[in-house]
């Protein structure tokens, strides 16, 4: 339950300058080459900061032209805003004694340009991809199987119990027993039903799960108390940690909780389960049961709603973490291609 994730995965700018002089985006040196016939397709239309969108030329459609018609705008529009004319012309040294020797440095450029242009349509295509796996929304997944989807639902309320778990009204509604399989879904509602008994053994003084929790001295016909005995039972649990949570941390667990699945009958439990029900007793079962007896009933005891929720956060932890790998080569390569570039001319 206190596991959070700390990461979330970052989109590169693309607009930066660094040491070389040479801007990072390779658009805008792109244009900044290109004559002014070019530069003009990418103008202003003269409504405000709108420019000219991709139009086919002859009836035909160039998909290259189509696909970086935007990346070109923006570059443009970058060009426009210089303070002081040329000023990325002169900072990446781009100026030419002769007509030749500027088109001998185009036509070395255009591999250049086209690596540069490849690595920025996949830096976009894993931003959007990755849009979703921030640490914000995998928290909000974490947060859903432990106590519920409920709006806020950031502590185990009864309400947020009641509601998030099959609207159960009744111990056995939530943990089950051999005529109906429990309708727990979140890892509050399990704390509940595997670790915390009822008045009728010993006043609810039975310590199933942790040797310093606290007394739960009600009934277990109703869910009186759910909340304050879940709230105690979590106290206990070690204080979240700040660090990146790895896939790993999240799966172990969740695979060493379903191992634990015992069968009895036509039924399968987790806890202590002895006849009849999870309703709190040692002479039932303090557990949580599901009926086993169709296909139906021995699926969801295997696809426990939140358990299924920790695997797909850890599949989105495994996604993040490839996401920012690339990122992080991507952003070594355009460097490479930029210094390539930036020396290219020296070459010449």
């Given at each position: 339950i206190n596991h959070s994730t700390q990461t979330s995965v970052s989109r590169p700018s693309q607009n930066s300058t660094g040491n070389s002089g040479l801007p990072a985006n390779p658009e805008v040196t792109h244009v900044l080459l290109c004559n002014p016939e070019w530069?003009?397709?990418?103008?202003?239309?003269?409504?405000?900061?709108?420019?000219?969108?991709?139009?086919?030329?002859?009836?035909?459609?160039?998909?290259?032209?189509?696909?970086?018609?935007?990346?070109w705008a923006d570059a443009e529009a970058e060009l426009e805003r210089e303070s002081q004319p040329k000023q990325t012309l002169k900072a990446a040294q781009l100026k030419f004694s002769t007509k030749f020797q500027r088109l001998q440095y185009l036509v070395s450029l255009q591999p250049l340009a086209e690596q540069a242009a490849a690595a920025v349509g996949e830096l976009q295509t894993i931003q959007?991809?990755?849009?979703?796996?921030?640490?914000?929304?995998?928290?909000?997944?974490?947060?859903?199987?432990?106590?519920?989807?409920?709006?806020?639902?950031?502590?185990?309320?009864?309400?947020?119990?009641?509601?998030?778990?099959?609207?159960?009204?009744?111990?056995k509604n939530l943990c089950g027993d051999t005529t109906a399989s429990a309708k727990a879904q979140?890892?509050?509602?399990?704390?509940?039903?595997?670790?915390?008994?009822?008045?009728?053994?010993?006043?609810?003084?039975?310590?199933?799960?942790?040797?310093?929790?606290a007394d739960n001295n009600n009934p277990g016909k109703g869910l009186t108390g759910v909340e304050k005995a879940t709230k105690n039972l979590i106290s206990k649990?070690?204080?979240?940690?700040?660090?990146?949570?790895?896939?790993?941390?999240?799966?172990?667990?969740?695979?060493?909780?379903?191992?634990?699945?015992?069968?009895?009958?036509?039924?399968?439990?987790?806890?202590?389960?002895?006849?009849?029900?999870?309703?709190?007793?040692?002479?039932?079962?303090v557990c949580v049961y599901y009926k086993?007896?169709?296909?139906?009933?021995?699926?969801?005891?295997?696809?426990?709603?939140?358990?299924?929720?920790?695997?797909?956060?850890?599949?989105?932890?495994?996604q993040q973490q490839?996401?920012?790998?690339?990122?992080?080569?991507?952003?070594?390569?355009?460097?490479?291609?930029?210094?390539e570039a930036f020396n290219l001319k020296q070459e010449l």
């Open positions: 530069r003009n397709k990418f103008g202003k239309t003269g409504e405000g900061d709108a420019r000219h969108q991709y139009k086919p030329e002859d009836g035909k459609e160039d998909g290259l032209h189509m696909k970086r018609w935007a990346n959007e991809s990755s849009a979703k796996l921030t640490a914000t929304e995998l928290k909000k997944e974490l947060k859903a199987a432990a106590f519920g989807a409920v709006d806020k639902a950031t502590q185990p309320t009864e309400a947020n119990i009641k509601i998030s778990n099959g609207a159960a009204t009744t111990r979140t890892i509050a509602a399990f704390i509940y039903c595997i670790c915390i008994g009822e008045q009728t053994d010993g006043g609810g003084n039975v310590k199933y799960c942790e040797n310093t929790q649990c070690p204080d979240s940690s700040q660090e990146e949570i790895s896939s790993a941390e999240l799966l172990t667990p969740a695979a060493q909780f379903q191992a634990k699945i015992k069968t009895k009958n036509q039924g399968t439990y987790f806890g202590t389960f002895t006849a009849n029900d999870c309703g709190g007793v040692s002479s039932s079962g086993a007896t169709t296909k139906a009933e021995q699926k969801a005891a295997r696809d426990i709603p939140w358990l299924q929720s920790i695997k797909q956060v850890a599949t989105k932890v495994q490839a996401a920012r790998h690339r990122i992080n080569g991507l952003r070594r390569l355009m460097a490479a291609i930029k210094g």
